[in-house]
């Protein structure tokens, strides 16, 4: 088991690392000097000069990326291309934004959709179930922004029950901050449960139709006990599976909705860069977005390797 | 695929099942965005009045939008280019991915081992993060946009055409084909493509819309198509300010994304449910 793990860890590095160079390469391949665009067309080329050795463009690339990812281990993230501010100071107070509004979605969304798409699973084929899985199916092909918008034009415009923009100021009350969330969560939580309960409904399903289960039914195991003693101790490795996949759905969930309710959080500002085409931002917000992913699904990988009870522990994948 | 069962496909497709009343509604879409330009509506492009968000009317059947062009015209005219945009990039996502997923099922070896790391990288990047990246670097030209779409979606395509193709190897028939001295290309169109035909044309229409989904997720964030063209997600964006105002203009678009999503997602599940059935390959 152990041996899994760090295995597991390696190969996670590895893809990290991967990635990040291709970022680098990415962003290297941009026509035009970084310099030269700062300072503008009219700045003299001592300036332009000057600045590319105090940002270190006078360097071969290998020696930059280098650099760079030495500066990420560190925490410095470098100098925005626009602001001038160290990278890292902008980052840091989206990053607690974007976190509260994803952990507070997962945090209402997975109990919620387990719970549906058992409920659906146990009763397959009645038509509750047929009715549930058009909704959810349903949902799952819906744009955030639909999702949004409507909720927009309900709540905030007929009912005025809660802003439309969410301007998270710093010392407003708590009620205010809650109010002005409610409807980026609300948004997220929908299109998210939605998807895990349709993953979750197929994978309990599946479990359901197993002989082992057949058999406690048979011995008159009632269907709560079906569903908790025995399919729901198979299903934690592929359901921690669904969730962790389900990040990708958070995320890019997480960027259409931040950009709607003008929410301050990471996506947002990555989006912003890109139009403004500031790079080390938008390669800043590229590996925290990659490496939250890459480790999550380790991390499920890792608890569903703990959870599988039809493999030896310590046989290596 | 067993002979007797191209009447039932023909009867099922025309029995009002789920399944054909999707296939229908779908063609009609299709129909309606592609005879706009001979239908008798206003120029998607020509200001017609001069305030923004006009609400419906005889004249205007869905109002104006922000600048005061007809709705109805322009939900038309950006569906041709949301659509348009989809389908070919998910048909270069299944040309990409159904070649090498296959290619790499039939040969193994270092291919395989190549092509599926280089996947696995694709598949471990967050899409849209992927696009933002790629887009910061490109700019939003329509070319980058659907090359991206298609790589992107390409790695996903890649494992199911792999994993069909390697139970494809397993089977008797491809053996006898092997032992009877066929060349890869033979086994790759001759021999497993036909048996791959069903599941793929599922997962096309699944891809389809997940690329309807994406792209119009870039140009609602402004990063796909630039005005004065647009999509339904360019659409959305522009008139995103109406909603203030307790206008539609907004929705419209963003409900026909979801009508079309919706309709591939159900079209995909009637195709399932069918083949389940039938018991096909």
Known sequence: MIRFIVKRLAAGVVLLLVISLLIFVGCEMLPGDVAQIMLGQSASPENVAALRAELGLDQPAPVRYL????????????????????????????????????????????????????????????????????????????????VATLGVLVFSIHLRWLPAISYVTPGSGVLTLIKSMLLPLATMTIIVTAQLARMTRAVVGNILTQPYVETARLKGAGSVRVITVHALRNAIGPLINIIAMNVAYLISGVVIVETIFAFPGLARLMADSVQARDLPVVQACAMIFSASYIGLIMVADIVAKLFDSRKEPGASA | ???????????????????????????????????????????????????????????????????????????????????????????????????????????????????????????????????????????????????????????????????????LIAQDFITVARARGEGNRWLLFGEM????????TADFALRLSFAILFMSGLSFLGLGVQPPMADWGGLVRENLDGLQIGSWAPIYPALSIAVVSVLLNLFVDGLQEREKKEGGV
Not at chain 1, 82 to 109: H, I, K
Not at chain 2, 193 to 200: A, E, R
Request: glycine fraction near 8%; aromatic fraction near 6%.
């Open chain 1, 67 to 146: 650099a760079w990812l030495w500066g990420i281990c560190h925490g410095d993230w470098g100098v925005s291309m626009t602001s001038r501010q160290p990278v890292s100071v902008m980052l840091s107070e989206r990053l607690s934004n974007t976190l509260t509004l994803a952990g507070l979605t997962t945090l209402v969304s997975v109990p919620l959709a387990l719970l549906i798409g058992m409920v659906l699973a146990v009763h397959k084929g009645t038509r509750l179930d047929r009715v549930g899985t058009i909704v959810i199916v349903g949902l799952c092909a819906t744009p955030e922004f639909l």
């Open chain 2, 193 to 200: 493509l036909p048996h791959v035909v069903m599941p793929l």
């Open chain 2, 1 to 167: 695929m067993m002979p007797h069962q191209t009447p039932t496909l023909f009867k099922s497709l025309f029995r009002p099942t789920l399944l054909s009343v999707v296939v229908a509604l779908l063609l009609l879409v299709a129909f309606v965005v592609l005879a706009a330009p001979l239908l008798p509506l206003h120029d998607p492009d020509a200001f017609l009045s001069s305030d923004g968000f006009v609400p419906p009317s005889g004249e205007y059947w869905l109002g104006t939008d922000f600048l005061g062009r007809d709705l109805l015209a322009r939900l038309l005219s950006s569906g041709r280019v949301t659509l348009g945009m989809a389908l070919l990039s998910t048909i270069l996502a299944h040309l990409i991915g159904d070649t090498l997923g296959l290619l790499a099922a039939l040969r193994g070896g270092w291919f395989d081992a190549v092509v599926s790391r280089i996947v696995d990288v694709v598949l471990s990047v967050p899409k849209i993060i992927a696009g933002l990246v790629v887009l910061a670097v490109t700019g939003p030209s329509l070319v980058a946009i659907v090359v991206l779409t298609a790589v992107v979606y390409a790695a996903g395509v890649f494992r199911i055409s792999r994993a069909l193709g390697q139970d």
